[in-house]
């Protein structure tokens, strides 16, 4: 049997320190087959769930009855920086060269430098680089536009195995084709400018105004602007008349 005397003071003594409620709960007595006394699990009592209902509710209503915080000037000021996209990465501009057609023409010609005057003058070339030999006597390269397309020049080279020019070989096997607007204007231009007319402009069976001149130093040019829509059937019939002529 558990000693009664000992349960009482137990008891009492946790009376004395937490509260004689407190301590019914904390304390009670085994059966008679054990040997002493165990601690049961705390149960809150009547009175400390009505307070801690009402602490809640008291909370509740504080925290319903409060305005929202407004940001300060700097959170928001990030919040914005945060929203804000990201400016896109600068990329470097393509070089000169990856603008360039596939094919580029390249002219050997006996004088570079007059020839570039020449280009200029008979069909409104914009110079886009000159590089010279350190003698200054001749150009090594030089890349102009033409009625915006790039075509490339050099002085002869021929201790360094280039070519010559056509006009000093006597004749050339390329001939140089400008698509213009107007090809009376142009062609007029470059004959005024030197060049020599080799085919005479006339309206052509194909459909465009056509006509063939031979710059000073012995390129040959083509010049030519649209005039109408030829359909291949048509254009068959033509050239067997214009060839039987």
């Given at each position: 049997m558990v000693d009664e005397a000992a349960i009482r003071f137990l008891g009492n003594e946790a009376a004395a320190s937490t509260g004689p409620d407190d301590a019914r709960q904390r304390f009670r007595a085994c059966a008679d087959n054990r040997s002493g006394l165990e601690f049961a699990t705390p149960q809150p009592s009547t009175g400390d769930i009505s307070m801690a209902r009402k602490s809640k509710a008291k909370a509740a209503k504080k925290s319903a009855g409060r305005k929202p915080a407004r940001p300060t000037?700097?959170?928001?000021?990030?919040?914005?920086?945060?929203?804000?996209?990201?400016?896109?990465?600068?990329?470097?501009?393509?070089?000169?060269?990856?603008?360039?057609?596939?094919?580029?023409?390249?002219?050997?010609?006996?004088?570079?430098?007059?020839?570039?005057?020449?280009?200029?003058?008979?069909?409104?070339?914009?110079?886009?680089?000159?590089?010279?030999?350190?003698?200054?006597?001749?150009?090594?390269?030089?890349?102009?536009?033409?009625?915006?397309?790039?075509?490339?020049?050099?002085?002869?080279?021929?201790?360094?195995?280039?070519?010559?020019?056509?006009?000093?070989?006597g004749s050339t096997t390329v001939s140089i084709h400008l698509q213009v607007p107007n090809a009376d204007k142009a062609f007029s231009q470059a004959v005024a400018a030197g060049a020599t007319v080799i085919m005479p402009l006339a309206d052509m069976f194909w459909g465009d105004r056509f006509g063939k001149l031979r710059d000073p130093f012995g390129h040959e040019w083509s010049i030519a602007h649209h005039v109408r829509d030829v359909s291949p059937a048509e254009m068959k019939e033509a050239a067997k008349k214009a060839f039987s002529s």
């Open positions: 000037p700097k959170k928001a000021a990030k919040k914005a920086v945060r929203k804000t996209a990201r400016p896109a990465s600068k990329r470097t501009a393509p070089r000169a060269a990856s603008a360039q057609q596939s094919v580029t023409p390249y002219l050997v010609v006996s004088s570079g430098e007059h020839a570039i005057a020449f280009y200029k003058k008979a069909f409104g070339a914009e110079e886009l680089y000159r590089m010279p030999t350190p003698d200054g006597q001749r150009i090594m390269h030089a890349s102009l536009k033409i009625n915006g397309s790039c075509v490339m020049l050099a002085d002869e080279f021929p201790e360094h195995g280039g070519n010559r020019g056509p006009d000093m070989v």
